[in-house]
């Protein structure tokens, strides 16, 4: 099978041929079914789980597409690559391979990055019961954000507000303010919700089953959007100074950036996947990595993520300004070419095998 055909066009094509593959390795498989939403045509919504290895084994390898559902065309063809080129041919004595595919179906269908509620899963992980975390920029910037109106004029003074606040805190300081995370306005962008969402509650359920027995996890994350086109930009969350970054650092090399020494293309976000699994998991020793996949220029991707949010809220689905951004949607989270998508899989294999290789203690 050529590179290429590990991509897919669609969520549902996507989730055929992962469950094709997965099949083929003799895979077992499970299926998490979203009873809340279906998909553009009408099709069941599902997060499929593939696991491959001993049930006792001690090291666990699990990775994840789709944690931003518009993200997932890139990690559903890591995925499925990594099943057609033999990984389950490779796996180290005592290790598991855990594939969790499309955790954000809705997302996935929907070339959205949000889940059905509207919600950012990668902001979700947060204690909802106690103080949540603030963003005092985004909510002074909401309306510049996510204006009502898409069109020339109000987008034209939205862009001017959102300079002159990088013109007087810095570029950085926008980021942060526009996709660290917020809590306050649900209609929103990198909303992280009011309580868990479906999606965030069925990864630690496949965890939960999965990881029990566990000593030692490492975990992927696919992602899409920040840094330069093609490159695969591994990003890790852990604390400045703790055992896990010096393990992933050992794992993975100097090349690692870190939100936390500030060194990443990524803004610090709050409710991560990767720091609430940590959290959450604190006797295993848990290694965890973002791919971050360069696609397009920062602004073009922050505006596609902020046009799906006006048309989700505001305009018309059927409409052909809608047909429009979708494609724009996805192009910037999936851009096409061959070229791109064989990037995509050089560093999904290269990091998958330096991941199994620290698991074993290498």
């Given at each position: ?8 066009t669609?969520y549902?094509?996507?989730?055929g041929?992962f ?12 299926t ?37 559902g518009?993200?997932?065309?890139c990690g ?7 099943f057609?080129a033999?990984?389950h ?9 855990v ?7 809705y997302?996935f269908?929907?070339?959205r990055r949000?889940?059905?509620?509207n ?7 947060v204690?909802?019961a106690?103080?949540l ?6 909510d002074e ?14 987008l ?6 959102l300079?002159a ?5 810095g570029p950085?300081?926008?980021q942060f ?14 909303f ?6 479906w999606?965030r509650e ?13 000593r030692?996890?490492a ?26 970054l ?31 699994v940590?959290?959450?998991y ?8 973002a ?24 305009g018309?689905?059927?409409s052909?300004l809608?047909?429009?951004l979708?494609?724009?949607m ?10 791109w ?5 050089a ?6 095998g330096?991941?199994?290789k ?5």
């Amino acid at each position: 099978m050529a590179t290429r055909d590990y991509f897919s066009t669609d969520y549902r094509e996507a989730r055929g041929k992962f469950r094709d593959a997965a099949a083929r390795t003799g895979a077992a498989l499970a299926t998490f079914v979203n009873p809340k939403v279906k998909g553009p045509k009408g099709e069941e919504l599902a997060t499929d789980v593939a696991r491959l290895g001993p049930r006792d084994a001690s090291r666990l390898l699990v990775t994840v597409s789709a944690t931003h559902g518009a993200e997932g065309f890139c990690g559903s063809g890591a995925q499925i690559g990594s099943f057609e080129a033999g990984l389950h041919r490779e796996l180290p004595a005592d290790t598991a391979l855990v594939v969790v595919h499309a955790i954000n179906p809705y997302g996935f269908a929907w070339i959205r990055r949000v889940t059905e509620d509207n919600v950012d899963l990668n902001r979700n992980y947060v204690n909802h019961a106690g103080a949540l975390p603030t963003n005092p920029g985004y909510d002074e910037l909401a309306d510049a954000i996510c204006p009502a109106e898409w069109e020339d004029a109000p987008l034209a003074r939205a862009r001017t507000r959102l300079e002159a606040y990088a013109k007087q805190h810095g570029p950085a300081a926008l980021q942060f303010a526009v996709t660290a995370g917020q809590f306050t306005h649900a209609d929103g962008v990198f909303f992280g919700g009011a309580a868990p969402t479906w999606s965030r509650e069925t990864m630690l359920k496949i965890l939960a089953e999965h990881a029990a027995g566990a000593r030692r996890l490492a975990l992927i994350d696919f992602h899409t959007g920040l840094g330069p086109w093609g490159y695969g930009e591994p990003i890790v969350t852990h604390g400045n100074g703790s055992p896990a970054l010096a393990r992933a650092r050992q794992w993975y090399g100097d090349r690692i950036t870190s939100t936390s020494l500030g060194n990443s293309t990524s803004a610090d976000v709050r409710g991560d996947m990767l720091t609430g699994v940590e959290h959450r998991y604190g006797g295993v020793e848990v290694t965890g990595l973002a791919v971050e996949y360069g696609t397009l220029p920062l602004n073009q991707v922050m505006d596609a993520v902020r046009a799906d949010n006006w048309l989700h809220h505001r305009g018309d689905l059927k409409s052909p300004l809608a047909k429009e951004l979708k494609a724009d949607m996805k192009e910037r989270f999936f851009p096409a070419g061959d070229k791109w998508r064989e990037m995509v899989w050089a560093r999904a294999d290269q990091t998958i095998g330096w991941a199994l290789k620290g698991l074993a203690g290498g």
